[in-house]
Nanobody
Framework: VQLQASGGGLERPGGSLRLTCVISDVTKHYYAIAWFRQAPGKEREWVSTIGTRDDSTYYSGSVKGRFTMSRDSATNTAYLQMNSLEPEDTAIYYC????????????????WGQGTQVTVSS
């Protein structure tokens, strides 16, 4: 399984970006997909997860109400729509896939993409 994240860039506060995660070489069609992010000098933190079968979505408190995660199972693609961006959202964003017990625990995700940089600055 390989994951390719894209869509990052430089955006002003209050703006929007959409991240894309393409999952290839999939052998199972019931992975949960998650986004994590790592800001400079900080530990990687969980952002959101979309469930395996019913596409239930879960968000960290810092992004809930601003970010929306979705997936297209036909193309094995997941998206993270990020609205009302804040400078605190600046980080490298990683997508991950797995069968997590604890959705916010990065150790529960088997497969990781390479990350895409998001910078929010005026």
């Amino acid at each position: 399984v390989q994951l390719q994240a894209s869509g990052g860039g430089l955006e002003r506060p209050g703006g929007s970006l959409r991240l894309t995660c393409v999952i290839s070489d999939v052998t199972k069609h019931y992975y949960a997909i998650a986004w994590f992010r790592q800001a400079p000098g900080k530990e990687r933190e969980w952002v959101s997860t979309i469930g395996t079968r019913d596409d239930s979505t879960y968000y960290s408190g810092s992004v809930k109400g601003r970010f929306t995660m979705s997936r297209d199972s036909a193309t094995n693609t997941a998206y993270l729509q990020m609205n009302s961006l804040e400078p605190e959202d600046t980080a490298i964003y990683y997508c991950a896939a797995g069968s997590p017990i604890a959705i916010g625990d990065e150790a529960d995700y088997e497969f990781w993409g390479q990350g895409t940089q998001v910078t929010v600055s005026s």
